[in-house]
């Protein structure tokens, strides 16, 4: 039923998709109401060069997570890391603590909002988008893999922790980038974007997840309905059953 707001991804000569420098001239991105804060582009700076990306909240930002992903950035001097502008009070601290950690705070750009019809093709612009631990992304998790941004996972034995790599296990990204320990998705992070063969990588994933995804069990909205009316049916016949039936697994026919 949102088939016009994603135009572009349902149809392969629909408009265009957003480019960084469409973000960086203020192309696709939601209009300030008034009384509210301005509208934030990206810097010109961000057009070129390697892209990391996480646009959850940032409460979720913790500081191990925060640590890691400003030792990555000392790795990769030619990376910038992108985040939405939530507000300016967090604003100010992630650039003081990024100061501290000894990585110049102009590495680190934000931007407002999109527009509602390109708020997920406009994500597609990063290169890599790097979970949060231990409070993964959930809904922004299913916007990167929808546009066939590649997302590295650190999912450990906490629900909120496992959704992203949950989503991610469901689309055509699969296990591929899934980290175990900080040191791993370091490690998986510095390949990717530090190589010519993780790069290669991931420009033939992204290829591929665009043509899968809508097969793909995350995002196949038939074969999901399916397989929540096969529990609700698998829960009904529990409820009546004398048998005890702690849970309820539904595979979708």
């Not at 001097?77 to 000894?102: I, M």
């Not at 899934?178 to 190589?195: C, D, K, Q, V």
Request: proline share 6%; aromatic share 12%.
């Amino acid at each position: 039923g949102h088939d016009s707001l994603y135009a572009h991804l349902f149809d392969p000569n629909g408009p265009a998709w957003p480019t960084r420098q469409d973000l960086v001239e203020g192309r696709y991105m939601m209009s300030a109401a008034p009384g509210a804060r301005q509208v934030e582009t990206l810097p010109a700076a961000a057009a070129e060069g390697p892209l990391l990306c996480n646009f959850n909240q940032f409460y979720k930002l913790v500081p191990v997570v925060w640590a890691s992903w400003m030792a990555l950035l000392r790795e990769l001097p030619t990376a910038r890391l992108w985040l939405l502008s939530w507000n300016d009070a967090g604003k100010r601290s992630l650039l003081a603590k990024a100061a501290e950690a000894g990585v110049d705070p102009a590495r680190i750009v934000f931007s407002t909002f999109f527009e509602e019809r390109f708020h997920v093709a406009a994500k597609g612009t990063c290169d890599l988008f790097l979970d949060a631990h231990p409070y993964s992304a959930h809904g922004t998790a299913a916007d990167a893999l929808f546009a066939g941004l590649p997302m590295l996972n650190f999912p450990s034995d906490t629900m909120v922790s496992r959704v992203g790599a949950s989503l991610a296990f469901a689309s055509p990204q699969g296990t591929l980038l899934t980290a175990r320990t900080f040191g791993e998705y370091l490690t998986i992070a510095h390949h990717l974007i530090g190589t010519k063969k993780g790069a290669a990588a991931l420009a033939q994933y992204r290829k591929r997840a665009l043509g899968e995804v809508f097969a793909s069990p995350a995002f196949d909205s038939r074969r999901w309905a399916d397989g929540y009316l096969t529990g609700l049916r698998n829960l009904y016949d529990a409820f009546f059953s004398a048998a005890s039936h702690p849970h309820v697994i539904a595979t979708p026919r």
